[in-house]
């Protein structure tokens, strides 16, 4: 089991640009989850699926953020334009069941200059 | 609003037995606590989770309260590897998937 998937590990990008990070979800698995990581705000949920249907989005900061997860085995969360204060570590994680947890990727640290 | 309070750090020993706390006064009948850990620049780590009965797992122990109000995890033996912020969090198990919403943490330092 490879677990989740994130790609890339690193993103550095300049202000105005667009940027998608990837997340696979562990096969089986029917939820999947973004999080946003900064030391002032510390874990935030952004969105999640179920069953690949965004089920809860209101944790996404504004209208330059979308989610999407077009099978179950794919998901992205894109940034379009990028500003200096999205930077931060995203993490994806995905869950059969709330009773085994969610197992988290290894996230993905963006840096918008 | 958080619906957990954790001190926000804690020294211990290597080799003995650290005991995370955590306040959740507030918890409702449906939710469990569980309990996760965050080690430098990695992603958390589920580490257990209960609803009123003490669990344990290759990982840790939890003790809940019987009025369920608090709960300690206990790591038995830490090493500097189990160094990691550690969050305590209820979730409503019932219906449709809950949402994980972390708060700060303990901050755990395992120290030779």
Do not use: A, G
């Given at each position: 089991d490879a677990g989740v998937i994130q790609s890339p590990r690193h993103e550095v990008t300049e202000m105005g640009q667009e940027v998608t990070l990837r997340c696979k979800p562990i096969s089986g698995h029917n939820s999947l989850f973004w999080y946003r990581q900064t030391m002032m705000r510390g874990l935030e949920l952004l969105i999640y699926f179920n069953n690949n249907v965004p089920i809860d989005d209101s944790g996404m900061p504004e209208d330059r953020f979308s989610a999407k997860m077009p099978n179950a085995s794919f998901s992205t969360l894109k940034i379009?334009?990028?500003?200096?204060?999205?930077s931060a570590v995203y993490f994806c994680a995905s869950s059969s069941h709330r009773a085994y947890g969610y197992t988290f990727g290894s996230g993905t640290r963006l840096t918008v200059v | 609003d958080a619906k957990t309070t954790q001190p926000p750090s804690m020294d211990c020993a290597e080799g003995r037995a650290a005991n995370l706390p955590c306040n959740h006064s507030t918890i409702s009948g449906n939710e469990y606590v569980y309990w996760y850990r965050q080690i430098h620049s990695q992603g958390p780590q589920y580490i257990i989770h209960g609803l009123k009965n003490n669990e344990t797992n290759e990982m840790a122990s939890l003790i809940i309260t019987e009025d369920r109000k608090s709960s300690t995890l206990i790591l038995p033996h830490a090493t500097l590897r189990d160094t990691a912020v550690y969050y305590c969090i209820v979730l409503n198990y019932g219906g449709s998937q809950g949402n994980l919403i972390f708060g700060k943490g303990t901050k755990l330092s395992v120290k030779p």
């Open positions: 379009q334009p990028s500003e200096p204060r999205d | -």
